[in-house]
């Protein structure tokens, strides 16, 4: 605004309403390759049970968390793992988990977890496009959860050492996100949900299905596009029902400029070029 720079990176989610009615700026938006999430670590009880995880989603109200987290339309809500940009592949089929707290207190009692469960809610330390206030989040999502009977206790660590001990396997759920290398589904369902990566820390819900396997092995031998859209929508059903994650948001690109900036693409990677771009 004060005409310091021509192109801004990553806009205060709380400025871009603002920066959009400036007579003197522009701001481009595009669909992100991303996803922010809250993974259930499937090897620490009670996150074992399937019931616990979709109840802990239908206790959430995610639209509270998309008006206070991603304001001025810089993200939408999340369904699946993979972002609806890729869109040969992502099943717009599947519902989500409705807000529910009474489905969510019924289901918890059925998985004989007691009222005032205690667990922890791990939140980032740094601000991320998929999640720009994490610690903010993890405030609303445990309020969410207390209506339910489940008390979280917010625990984070700096940037190093949040990621060494999630590998590790010390969360009970945690906060995280992805933006995709590549633009394919397997970058996301693989990588962040394969069997294998539930060993190498990339899976930090360490949730090994074997059928949802299966799906996503067989796309990654298969060059038929429409094949692998098939097969990555099936492993979607099965993501959704098993519920190894609370899928959150997906960030929408923001990049304010000047309004004289011309040529300028948003790149859903996040990536900055300005290849072609001229000053008018």
């Known amino acids: 605004k004060a005409g ?15 920066l959009k009615k400036d007579a003197n700026l522009k701001v481009l938006q595009q669909a992100g390759l991303n996803v922010g999430y809250i993974s ?3 090897e ?5 049970d399937k019931r616990v995880r ?7 109200n995610k639209k509270t968390i998309l008006d206070a987290i991603y304001p001025g339309g810089i993200g939408e809500i999340a369904k699946n793992p993979i972002p609806p940009v890729i869109g040969w592949a992502y099943n717009n089929d599947i519902k989500d988990y409705a807000y529910d707290p009474e489905a969510a207190k019924k289901l918890l009692a059925e998985a004989g977890v007691p009222a005032d469960t205690e667990i922890d809610l791990w939140a980032m330390p740094v601000a991320r496009p998929y999640n720009p206030a994490a610690k903010r989040m993890a405030e609303i999502v445990q309020a969410d959860w207390a209506k339910v009977g489940i008390k979280a206790k917010i625990v984070s660590y700096d940037w190093a050492e949040y990621l060494k001990r999630v590998r590790a396997g010390e969360h009970q759920t945690v906060m995280l996100g992805w933006t995709g290398d590549t633009g394919d589904p397997d970058n996301f369902l693989y990588e962040l949900l394969g069997c294998g990566a539930a ?18 092995q067989k796309a990654r031998k298969t060059s ?14 099965i993501f959704k029902d098993e519920a190894p994650w609370l899928t959150v948001a997906h960030a929408v690109q923001t990049v304010p400029m000047a ?22």
């Not at 038929?224 to 059903?237: N, T």
């Open 44 to 48: 620490k009880a009670p996150f074992g």
């Open 199 to 216: 060993k190498t820390g990339g899976n930090n819900a360490r949730w090994c299905n074997p059928g949802f396997e299966e799906l996503i």
């Open 259 to 280: 309004k004289n900036v011309e040529g300028f693409k948003v790149d859903p990677l996040g990536h900055f070029k300005f290849y072609g771009v001229s000053m008018k």
């Open 54 to 60: 979709q109840a802990l989603n239908l206790a959430v």
């Open 40 to 42: 259930f670590n499937t």
């Open 4 to 18: 310091e720079c021509h192109v801004a990176a990553y806009p205060n989610p709380a400025d871009v309403e603002a």
């Open 224 to 237: 038929d596009r429409a094949e692998r859209g098939k097969l990555y929508k099936e492993a979607q059903v």
